[in-house]
């Protein structure tokens, strides 16, 4: 199970939702006050994690959407090519993910550091490095 119900109007910017199957980062949300006849709306509107595509969703407050569990471990980096190896510390699984984006991340990686990563819906992605 990667992911859990919660109502709409709860999300709050950061949070994170699933749309269309994909991971999102929340970066904002309108509420409309209800109408004569129909309850209140709420739009949100935010970026996938992993493929930066802005999407938004728009929908009575009290109605379900998907939020991710996320896991958040630690591993160790073995290699650096094309992708990142990791070793995972606890399991000892070694597997690989993209190169993050972000250039204060992707300049202290270097074989032997430790990272935190999250995995999200099956998926992997480094999130930090961990001060050794």
């Not at 939702?17 to 994909?22: K, L, P, S, T, W």
């Not at 569990?69 to 993209?98: C, G, H, P, W």
Request: proline share 7%; aromatic share 4%.
């Amino acid at each position: 199970m990667s992911t859990r119900p919660v109502d709409l109007g709860s999300l709050k910017p950061g949070n994170l939702v699933v749309i269309d199957g994909e991971p999102c980062k929340v970066v904002s949300i309108e509420k409309s006050k209800p109408g004569k006849h129909g309850s209140a709306k709420a739009r949100v509107t935010a970026i996938g994690i992993f493929d930066g595509v802005k999407r938004s969703i728009v929908g009575p407050v009290d109605s379900q959407v998907e939020i991710p569990i996320i896991n958040k471990r630690t591993a160790q980096v073995v290699a650096i090519s094309d992708v990142i190896q990791l070793m995972d510390l606890e399991t000892y699984e070694v597997f690989e993910t993209l190169i993050p984006e972000d250039e204060s991340i992707k300049e202290k990686l270097e074989p032997g550091v430790n990272v935190e990563y999250w995995e999200i819906m099956g998926r992997r992605m480094i999130m930090r490095v961990k001060p050794t």
